[in-house]
């Protein structure tokens, strides 16, 4: 097998457009992050409480081990982020029922009222973003995302 080495030129071009999108993905985080924030400022849930709320909202529960997981945080970080939300009644920790020593985390129905009120607000702003687009733009923005999120998730 033999590789080939890109030519110079591609390579300062494929830099070029990667800084681009690098300005672009700062931008748009910025844009998502302040409209997501909107929404969760009025429960006073940060974007990582947001985030670990939306892991929980897909599992009935979950150990602090597999939430940092989850998180790529520290267990005592994660521990950090549950109490705040514990306090805040949006997740409640119980006690496993084969070992009653294992902490499991679970939503609660106001946590789960956040999450679903921040995902829609998120899909209705992403609604009038794909107006401005193609129907085959729209598509294509679909699966360039969905690959680079599978690239994300392998990481």
Same mark, same amino acid.
């Given at each position: 097998?033999?590789?080939?080495?890109?030519?110079?030129? #591609?390579?300062? !071009?494929?830099?070029?457009?990667? #800084?681009?999108?690098?300005? @672009?993905?700062?931008?748009?985080? !910025?844009?998502?992050?302040?409209?997501? &924030?909107?929404? $969760?400022?009025?429960? /006073?849930?940060?974007?990582?409480?947001?985030?670990?709320?939306?892991? $929980?909202?897909?599992?009935?529960?979950?150990?602090?081990?597999? @939430?940092?997981?989850? +998180?790529?945080?520290?267990?005592?970080?994660?521990?950090?982020?549950?109490?705040?939300?514990?306090?805040?009644?949006?997740?409640?920790?119980?006690?496993? @029922?084969?070992?009653?020593?294992? =902490?499991?985390?679970? =939503?609660?129905? &106001?946590?789960?009222?956040?999450?679903?009120?921040?995902?829609?607000? +998120?899909?209705? /702003?992403?609604?009038? @973003?794909?107006?401005?687009?193609?129907?085959?733009?729209?598509?294509?923005?679909?699966?360039?995302?969905?690959?680079?999120?599978?690239?994300?998730?392998?990481?």
């Amino acid at each position: 097998m033999t590789l080939t080495m890109a030519h110079p030129r #591609e390579d300062a !071009r494929q830099r070029a457009d990667a #800084e681009k999108l690098a300005d @672009i993905f700062t931008s748009l985080e !910025r844009c998502f992050v302040l409209t997501l &924030s909107k929404e $969760l400022s009025r429960g /006073n849930v940060s974007f990582p409480q947001y985030c670990l709320l939306g892991f $929980l909202a897909q599992q009935p529960h979950l150990t602090m081990t597999e @939430i940092a997981q989850h +998180m790529r945080h520290t267990t005592a970080a994660a521990t950090g982020l549950v109490d705040r939300l514990e306090k805040l009644g949006h997740v409640r920790r119980t006690h496993g @029922i084969a070992d009653r020593r294992k =902490i499991l985390v679970e =939503i609660t129905l &106001s946590g789960a009222a956040l999450v679903h009120e921040a995902r829609d607000d +998120m899909v209705c /702003n992403l609604v009038k @973003i794909m107006a401005h687009l193609t129907k085959v733009e729209q598509k294509m923005w679909v699966q360039i995302y969905e690959k680079v999120s599978r690239y994300c998730q392998n990481q």
